[in-house]
Structure formats: C-alpha cells, structure tokens
C-alpha cells in the first residue's frame, strides 16, 4: 500500500461542496475523490508529456493521423461497448 500523508488544504467553499457531492455521489471519501481526480491529472500530464517527447523525435502529429486514431478508438468502444460507447464520446 502507499504511504499517506495527511495535509491540510484550502478550498472555496463551493468547490468544495461540489466535491463533496461528488465524492458521496461515488461512494468515496472526499480525501479518496481529490485522491483520484489528482491521479487523473498526473496521467493526462505524463501522456501529454509523452506525445511532445514522440513529436520531437517524429514530427508532429498529423491531422490524418489523428483522425485515423480516433476512428481506431471508435472501432475499439464499439467492440467493447456497443452504443453506450459511441454515447460517451
């Protein structure tokens, strides 16, 4: 298991109902929601970081390259979730 610490942090006060909403919404602690939206962001900033470092070696990323990525990831979520993925998206 991961080591915890335990902070102490500002919010405004609705940002801070809002994710107390949420967070009772998803069946978690409010430590546990922020806990996961601060995973999100670290991801998405790691494959942001990621695609920079391909387009330096590679060049940047084409338009039809990203349209054919798109419909590669259509094709998946239709495979895996029929409609439901096409709805997400």
């Known amino acids: 298991m991961m080591a915890v610490k335990k902070i102490s942090?500002?919010?405004p006060e609705e940002i801070?109902?809002?994710v107390a909403?949420?967070?009772e919404r998803d069946g978690l602690s409010v430590s546990a929601w922020l806990t996961q939206a601060?995973?999100?962001v670290i991801r998405r900033e790691a494959g942001l970081a990621a695609v920079r470092e391909w387009e330096a070696e590679?060049?940047?990323i084409t338009d039809d390259e990203?349209?054919?990525a798109a419909a590669e990831l259509a094709r998946a979520d239709a495979e895996m979730f029929g409609d439901v993925g096409?709805?997400?998206g």
């Open 66 to 68: 990203l349209s054919a």
């Open 16 to 18: 801070l109902d809002e």
């Open 86 to 88: 096409r709805l997400a």
């Open 38 to 40: 601060a995973g999100h």
């Open 58 to 60: 590679h060049g940047e």
């Open 9 to 11: 942090i500002s919010l």
């Open 21 to 23: 909403r949420l967070a």
